[in-house]
């Protein structure tokens, strides 16, 4: 693949693939962002005005979109309209070269503008072409409007977060959207691996409704052996007790025993002896059945201590214990800096990539987000349509 | 590869990859799980006794475990007890052939059985060899008992999950688990992707806790921009509204107004004009900054009638909006059913594959999880130590 606007980046497994992004806010941004971690060249296309629309939102830093920079670090940009020819020539010239095509229209844009997968793969058949959506390219839904909020409402995750007598409750994150941007790269990398076999493209139709319900785990079961939906039960494990948040003196932690054992451990360590023998805690059963109960005899003591003191005795104990950190914590966390999960990036802290292949640079220093069409001029030389094709 | 323990399947990008599975629990399966959906052979190596745990965990449906389930579809099962050197010699062999190796064991526990990366690629250079685990192989936290609800309390993503005036909250499914699934198979995925060019394996090194931060989003933002951890929001949307979830006489629905125009053309559809001309309601930062306020004025509007009046008036009138569904409503929802999102494996119901890719079948009913060694037999004829090589 060409390169003659080379950007400093990791090498990675796809450092010979050239990525043409028409994806734009999350769900797309993000799985590109993988791809450009792994290796791949990736050059997004924006369109005239303010290009991508998150460049408009905050929370900034000095003067950078952090919803931007975040998905969109070791990118090109170039500004493109697609509805004018000689934008689009320039445009179909970078499908000619390239190995992957991904956009996150509502379905039927890309159809619209002459550009599905139907038409791109006329020039260039060993294309893979990836679309991410809220609901999918099919079913009755498809057109339905599509924000995260929307999918995680609609897909039952909502419902299973929160507690019994507190309201259906968002995840704190936009994880439908996540969820779509991982899972499209997934499929992206095997329609690339077989097309090693095959040489030929292909087309992944990924769906942000469709990733959230592949996360529903427990309800979906719940659902399937009652044919009832969950109920929601807040912070605590549905049959492991103890496993739950607890307070102490000062902040919340949690406890995760999974057995008897670990319950007496538990016990042991934190001076409370009679509860071993307590009618009501002898199993886990029963434990489970009297959670409220026994959450309030814990709670007795872990109340008479500052978080630091539990965490370090009860972990002493063998038993599993952790802070519950919020992200100033977890964000500078020793582990986060050893995983090389804290990088930066244009000058700008951000999570790293999560996917540590052995044999490939993991910098913790990486090129930032583009300005809106800072490629523009460099890509338009690179695919310029050749004079004589122009005069045709 | 062999295959004289030959399984219905769906045909996929990965047909010719052998996976020898050594994963329990959620995580690893979870990936390996999308394996076999694209089509790869996923021999599940389990322990003498009960197997893995899961087949003990509920809930149950007809005496299948469906957390064993819902993880395990289409796999094969065999018994080998690793610290046995006849049914090592069996393992050896299926490593000798295998394309991937998956473990999700405690960092350390394949080192003292013989079996690290190190150890296996002098048998199988090729080898793509993926570790799952709770903070890594690396760094002063890589031995500390993870289970989901301890990566989701230190990961942060617990404190941006609930309302301001409640507790941190965790996400209402194991989603440090699945992501951490999700990015092994990615990891796997470029890994054989690169093979093909370089002809040498690689080791995959992926944790619950990375794959949370990567998913923090605003929260990683705010702390970035601000130094400080955000606080809770509960279910609206931090600078955008009306973007939140809303009552009506029956049920709870969610309406995501993006801008001025969309929330006049709400007002307009439900019949509260002076809304848009409110001194307080503006803009959309005046109506953020107001958002409780207008939050009330619109549930004395929507309380007087039930959601699927509100859903359908809204949608109308093209802003959007969605019903909160349960899991129950979500697994069947039209979109899903649609989508083959609620398939049948082994006489269950479960979700589907989220990786939709052109080419390949996406059967609704497709092969169960395997009874424990049901594969036994089969598999120990087909990596059988040659009794020439048994002799030497």
């Known amino acids: 693949m060409s390169s003659s606007v080379k950007t400093e980046k990791a090498s990675g497994p796809f450092s010979n693939i050239l990525v043409i992004d028409l994806t734009h806010v999350l769900n797309g941004p993000f799985g590109t962002t993988i791809l450009s971690d792994l290796g791949a060249r990736v050059i997004k296309i924006e369109p005239p005005?303010?290009?991508?629309?998150?460049?408009?939102?905050?929370?900034?830093?000095?003067?950078?979109?952090?919803?931007?920079?975040?998905?969109?670090?070791?990118?090109?940009?170039?500004?493109?309209?697609?509805?004018?020819?000689?934008?689009?020539?320039i445009f179909l010239n970078m499908v000619r070269e390239a190995d992957v095509l991904t956009e996150n229209f509502r379905p039927g844009t890309m159809k619209h503008l002459g550009l599905s997968y139907d038409d791109l793969i006329k020039i260039n058949p060993r294309l893979v072409y990836a679309s991410s959506s809220g609901f999918g390219q099919t079913g009755p839904f498809a057109a339905y409007p599509a924000y995260d909020t929307i999918v995680q409402a609609m897909s039952g995750i909502m419902s299973m977060t929160g507690f019994p007598d507190g309201p259906a409750t968002r995840v704190g994150t936009s994880m439908s959207d996540l969820c779509a941007g991982v899972f499209m790269f997934c499929g992206i990398a095997s329609a690339l691996y077989a097309r090693e076999k095959t040489g030929q493209g292909a087309y992944v139709d990924v769906a942000m409704f469709d990733s959230t319900l592949a996360f529903l785990e427990h309800g979906f079961m719940e659902y399937v052996a009652t044919g009832k939906p969950l109920h929601r039960i807040g912070n605590r494990h549905p049959f492991m007790t103890p496993f739950d948040v607890f307070q102490s003196a000062d902040k919340d932690f949690v406890i995760c025993c999974g057995n008897d054992h670990l319950f007496a451990e538990l016990c042991k360590a934190i001076g409370r002896l009679e509860l071993i023998t307590d009618a009501r805690f002898l199993s886990n059963q029963s434990r489970t059945e009297n959670n409220a109960a026994l959450k309030s005899e814990l709670e007795a003591t872990f109340k008479t201590q500052p978080a630091a003191h539990w965490l370090k005795t009860i972990h002493d104990a063998g038993v599993p214990v952790g802070p519950v950190l919020n992200v100033a914590e977890a964000a500078v966390h020793p582990q986060t800096v050893a995983r090389n999960m804290l990088i930066e990036a244009g000058g700008v802290r951000m999570p790293g990539n999560p996917v540590k292949i052995s044999g490939y640079e993991d910098p913790p220093v990486r090129t930032g987000a583009p300005t809106l069409n800072q490629h523009g001029d460099a890509l338009r030389r690179e695919f310029a349509v050749p004079a004589k094709a122009a005069a045709e």
Chains 1, 2 share one sequence.
């Open 49 to 89: 005005g303010h290009g991508d629309d998150t460049r408009t939102y905050g929370p900034f830093y000095k003067d950078q979109s952090l919803y931007f920079s975040f998905v969109n670090r070791g990118k090109e940009s170039i500004v493109l309209n697609l509805k004018d020819e000689a934008d689009k020539a």
